[in-house]
């Protein structure tokens, strides 16, 4: 009888396959990133060199010395006293990223995690900021969602497209949708200024294109106001998504399309609007197996690796980036998966 391996699917599931069963999985994992993107798939020694990381015979993976790589975190700050229940406030959460945790950079991020809700608080969030860099030394950011939803009836000024889509408005919806852009961008270059004021060592423009390809063009118009404004100032840009949903479908950022998008293009878009570290996204699938989605995170990332002439740092939180959709993701999985995200997706962090 062959011998069996632990793995697990994507909503966190335990189960056993065979090494020929895992090696199935791989091959339609990277097949498929392959069809979607119009990729290159895995070649036969980057899916030897998979199987060998999921069938190791640890409970935790690591990558080789000498091919360590840095970390940047998003919604940092509530992650240690929302996220895990920990009474202490968001620049003391700073402290335990860098002094117990040994993150390498940090983020200061506010509960209401969009940049809508925080302009009209943001001299508040400049004095957190001034006092989190005065009790750090890592790089610290200050971090938020552009969020274009947030600018929808009855909270905002522009009508919701999700409603006007199905009644079939679409010149509305896609009116409504850009005005949506001007006034993100307004915001995000606001907070993005201040925080550039406080000293802040960096933005973070977070789960970039939720709302859609709107939303990403937001982002990257906000972006290049920003790096016009501060040519040295550091600008972090992660995805929502392993592409832009076409919401809109007809925007463009510097002559490329915006709809339809996989890592290996958004990362050019990203590079054409000053982003210094790019966050390529992609979304695990709840009911495949850890090998499938691995396989996929990996061939994405590797083809976006080699289009990239920025820093890439692919998101690995749950739900993306082949992590189980689990509050706590299980280490033997997650480990596995930043292995092989490193050593084969040609990752500069994570």
């Given at each position: ?23 199935e ?47 940047s975190n ?9 996220r ?23 983020e200061?991020a ?9 302009k ?10 001034r ?26 000024p ?23 852009v ?16 406080a ?62 998008m ?25 009911s495949?197996?850890f ?60």
């Open positions: 009888m062959a011998d069996k391996y632990f793995i697990r699917y994507g909503d966190g599931f335990g189960d056993y396959m065979t090494k020929d069963e895992i090696k999985e791989i091959e339609i994992g990277t097949a498929d990133a392959a069809s979607r993107g119009k990729i290159d798939p895995l070649t036969e020694s980057d899916k030897d060199y998979l199987l060998d990381i999921i069938t190791a015979p640890v409970r935790f993976a690591s990558v080789d010395p000498g091919k360590e790589v840095v970390v998003d919604e940092g700050t509530l992650k240690v006293s929302t895990c229940g920990v009474s202490i406030d968001r620049t003391s959460a700073l402290a335990v990223d860098e002094r117990i945790l040994c993150m390498d950079t940090a200061l506010h509960i209401d995690y969009s940049f809508k809700p925080i009209p608080v943001v001299y508040d969030e400049m004095c957190a900021m006092h989190a860099l005065q009790n750090t030394i890592i790089p610290i950011y200050y971090g938020a969602m552009p969020n274009l939803g947030t600018y929808t009836h009855p909270d905002g522009c009508e919701n497209w999700a409603e006007l889509l199905p009644l079939g408005k679409i010149a509305e919806a896609r009116e409504s949708q850009e005005v949506a001007e006034h993100a961008v307004r915001d995000i270059v606001r907070v993005a200024s201040c925080m550039y004021e000293g802040a060592d960096g933005i973070n423009l977070d789960t970039v294109g939720a709302s859609g390809d709107a939303d990403a063009l937001a982002a990257f118009l906000a972006i290049k106001e920003i790096r016009a404004k501060y040519p040295d100032f550091c600008i972090e840009a992660g995805m929502a998504g392993e592409f832009f949903l076409g919401m809109h479908g007809e925007l463009e950022f510097e002559g490329m399309r915006l709809a339809g996989y890592p290996h293009q958004q990362v050019k878009v990203a590079e054409k609007a000053g982003v210094t570290i790019f966050g390529p996204t992609v979304n695990t699938n709840s495949k197996s090998p499938w989605n691995v396989a996929r995170v990996v061939t994405f990332t590797k083809a976006c690796a080699e289009a990239a002439n920025i820093p890439i740092h692919p998101n690995v939180g749950m739900g993306v980036g082949s992590m189980c959709l689990t509050d706590s993701v299980p280490l033997d999985a997650a480990s596995r998966a930043d292995k092989a995200i490193v050593e084969i997706g040609k990752a500069d962090g994570l």
